[in-house]
């Protein structure tokens, strides 16, 4: 199953998104490209993040190539959470662009790049206490079709069967009956990753998946990850050194908000000046 939205409905989504915007801000953006390069499904210019003179993130330029699992690597405050969120539309950027499939989001807010295609997950798990694996994320899928799939008396054998494909991907199929508080941390972060995929985003934005996981945890993430990326693009921001090298397809290094390096991870990995970041990041912790 490919779960992407078509160019035309991606285009009426963020086109509506647009006027939206228009009415609320009283200013029109742009819809067409100025440099992104061709083949991007997610790419940022000038991206910057200014709280007064404290400059969290300043002049990112990303390209993010479909299919791909790109991973942002940094020190803690180097910048990686607030990309995620100015991609995600969680804050709006003080400068720059982020273009998805070519076209510019300008202010478009979170729900609007949801529905074009653009899923996340925060570094804080949010799943539903009190509800079932299943049920979790069968609120997720009937979510999709608007407040009425929410108030149905009786899902959809539809809905029932994306759910249950869902736990099964994420390796949760024999938890389906188990109540979200009662998993492990790293399954409530599986769980929740099969939430975001309820909406079938072809972008997944995740904030330090393996966070709180145990080794054996951050082995079954990599290889989630790699089922994953078949059939979306993976963005996340993650610190553990070894998840990165083993699943990472790109890499890229920031620094005081700043980019310092991108490429593989042995490229990245092996640059100097990230070197210099991450030793330097050892001695001040």
Same mark, same amino acid.
């Given at each position: 199953?490919?779960?992407?939205?078509?160019?035309?409905?991606?285009?009426?989504? /963020?086109?509506?998104?647009?006027?939206?915007?228009?009415?609320?801000?009283?200013?029109?953006?742009?819809?067409?490209?100025?440099?992104?390069? !061709? =083949?991007?499904?997610? !790419?940022?210019?000038?991206?910057?993040?200014?709280? =007064?003179?404290?400059? @969290?993130?300043?002049?990112?330029?990303?390209?993010?190539?479909?299919?791909?699992?790109?991973?942002?690597?940094?020190?803690?405050?180097?910048?990686?959470?607030?990309?995620?969120?100015?991609?995600?539309?969680?804050?709006?950027?003080?400068?720059?662009?982020?273009? #998805?499939?070519? %076209? *510019?989001?300008?202010?478009?807010?979170?729900?609007?790049?949801?529905?074009?295609?653009?899923?996340?997950? #925060?570094?804080?798990?949010?799943?539903?206490?009190?509800?079932?694996?299943?049920?979790?994320?069968?609120?997720? /899928?009937? *979510?999709?079709?608007?407040?009425?799939?929410?108030?149905?008396?009786?899902?959809?054998?539809?809905?029932?069967?994306? *759910?249950?494909?869902?736990?099964?991907?994420?390796?949760?199929?024999? @938890? !389906?009956?188990?109540?979200?508080?009662?998993?492990?941390?790293?399954?409530?972060?599986?769980?929740?990753?099969?939430?975001?995929? @309820?909406? %079938?985003?072809? +972008?997944?934005?995740?904030?330090?998946?393996?966070?709180?996981?145990?080794?054996?945890?951050?082995?079954?993430?990599?290889?989630?990850?790699?089922?994953? +990326?078949?059939?979306?693009?993976?963005?996340?921001?993650?610190?553990?050194?070894?998840?990165?090298?083993? +699943?990472?397809?790109? +890499?890229?290094? #920031?620094?005081?908000?700043?980019?310092?390096?991108? =490429?593989?991870?042995?490229? /990245?990995?092996?640059?100097?000046?990230?070197?210099?970041?991450?030793?330097?990041?050892?001695?001040?912790?």
């Amino acid at each position: 199953m490919v779960w992407t939205l078509d160019r035309l409905s991606f285009a009426r989504s /963020v086109d509506a998104a647009q006027r939206d915007d228009v009415s609320s801000n009283g200013s029109q953006v742009s819809s067409t490209v100025t440099d992104p390069r !061709a =083949g991007a499904v997610l !790419a940022a210019r000038g991206l910057s993040k200014h709280y =007064g003179p404290f400059r @969290a993130v300043h002049g990112v330029d990303l390209d993010v190539r479909e299919h791909d699992i790109h991973v942002f690597i940094g020190p803690n405050g180097a910048g990686k959470s607030t990309v995620l969120n100015l991609l995600g539309g969680q804050i709006l950027p003080t400068e720059g662009e982020v273009y #998805f499939d070519g %076209r *510019a989001l300008g202010r478009t807010r979170p729900s609007w790049r949801a529905r074009a295609g653009i899923g996340r997950s #925060f570094q804080l798990t949010s799943i539903i206490p009190g509800f079932t694996c299943l049920e979790n994320v069968l609120l997720a /899928v009937q *979510a999709r079709r608007g407040l009425f799939g929410l108030l149905r008396l009786h899902s959809r054998a539809v809905d029932v069967a994306r *759910a249950d494909e869902l736990l099964e991907l994420v390796g949760l199929h024999g @938890a !389906a009956s188990v109540p979200a508080e009662l998993l492990a941390h790293g399954q409530q972060r599986q769980l929740e990753i099969a939430t975001a995929l @309820a909406a %079938r985003p072809r +972008v997944l934005l995740l904030d330090e998946p393996s966070s709180g996981m145990s080794a054996h945890e951050r082995a079954g993430l990599g290889d989630l990850l790699r089922r994953i +990326v078949t059939s979306a693009t993976v963005v996340m921001a993650e610190h553990d050194v070894h998840l990165v090298r083993d +699943v990472a397809t790109r +890499v890229t290094a #920031f620094s005081e908000g700043q980019k310092i390096a991108e =490429g593989t991870a042995a490229e /990245v990995f092996d640059a100097a000046e990230v070197r210099r970041v991450f030793l330097r990041g050892r001695r001040d912790a």
